[in-house]
């Protein structure tokens, strides 16, 4: 993760974690690649969202569909990382 060394007023720090979202068409398949960057680590996601032949292509409705399930894998990715983060991180109060 990024910081900024400087505190802010009332002394917290910043961080700026970067998301990359490409789209690809091919055919009546959309294609999304996430990938996100926390300076730290990065994860990435992939999806795809198929056209019924019977709809009228709009590229947009693919887009949104394939963006949407790549940035929920990423979600999901995030929030099984914090709990195995937090799993290692308890302390023994015993």
Known sequence: MKSDPRPTPGGYHTKTWTVRLDLFEEGDTTHAHAVLDTGDNR???GSASL???VDR???EIGDEFAAGRALVDLGYQLLRAGNTDSEGNTVDTA
């Open 51 to 53: 056209r019924d032949p």
């Open 43 to 45: 994860l990435e996601a």
């Open 57 to 59: 292509p709009v590229p």
